[in-house]
């Protein structure tokens, strides 16, 4: 009888330690699953996504837009490439996608299929935001050099600008409504350097935003290794 309930026993012990294991593992693959503690997974939403930046996309932007319609109260004579406010348009939704991205739950393994995508199109956005911002300061700088050169004549309402006054044959720039050429090399000019100055600005903030996305997809991401006792589980960056 002794015997008997000493097996009885061991058996016993034996079962609850079984299921003990089976309890720490199944705890064990719910954590590698689960990936990092949720109060981890907010910080590195915030490491991942600084919302400098898209404040600083949605201001830059708003400054060129609000540059350009300046250009553009000038002369209507101005072309669309003079007046980049569709540069300033494209990069405030492009700042406002940021602000979604930012938003959303951050998910470290991107196992969301909304966030991926978002992710993918803020990349892809940021790359066309410093594509523009780069054309956007070439023919700025050009039209720049272009004006600090005009010799202007006043003609009724409008004002006629050649770049050499004594070149019969030289190319001919009309202004219509404008009543002061002095507006033309002065403060056109003027607003053409600050289109470079800010454009620049963007082209180096859409860069920054675009290593971010390239960074967090590619060097900086949880690979899930365990490290310690199926007990305790440490999550480690590589």
């Known amino acids: 009888m002794l015997g008997g309930t000493e097996r009885e026993k061991s058996v016993k012990t034996g079962g ?34 600084p919302l400098l930046v898209a404040l600083l996309q949605l201001m830059l932007g708003v400054a060129v837009t609000a540059v350009a319609f300046l250009m553009l109260a000038i002369s209507p004579s101005l072309l669309t490439r003079e007046t980049p406010h569709w540069a300033g348009i494209i990069l405030c939704l492009v700042s406002i996608l940021g602000f979604i991205l930012y938003c959303i739950t951050y998910v470290p393994d991107e196992r969301t299929s909304l966030q991926f995508i978002v992710k993918l199109l803020y990349f892809v956005l940021c790359l066309i935001g410093l594509v523009i911002s780069v054309l956007v ?4 700088g050009y039209h720049y050099s272009q004006t600090s050169s005009f010799n202007c004549d006043q003609v009724e309402e409008d004002c006629v600008c050649r770049l050499d006054r004594d070149d019969p044959i030289a190319r001919t720039f009309t202004y219509k409504g404008v009543s002061d050429c002095e507006v033309i090399t002065g403060t056109l000019t003027l607003y053409f350097l600050l289109q470079i100055v800010l454009n620049l600005a963007q082209a180096i903030v ?10 967090d997809r590619y060097q900086v991401f949880f690979a899930g290794l365990q490290i310690g006792s199926p007990s305790t589980q440490h999550w480690q960056k590589v």
């Open 16 to 49: 609850e330690m079984g299921q003990k294991g089976s309890s720490d593992k199944k705890e064990a693959k719910k954590k590698r699953d689960e990936g990092p503690a949720p109060e981890d997974s907010n910080k590195c939403r915030s490491c991942c996504f």
């Open 137 to 140: 300061m070439a023919f700025a």
């Open 206 to 215: 859409c860069a920054v935003g675009a290593f971010i996305m390239w960074k």
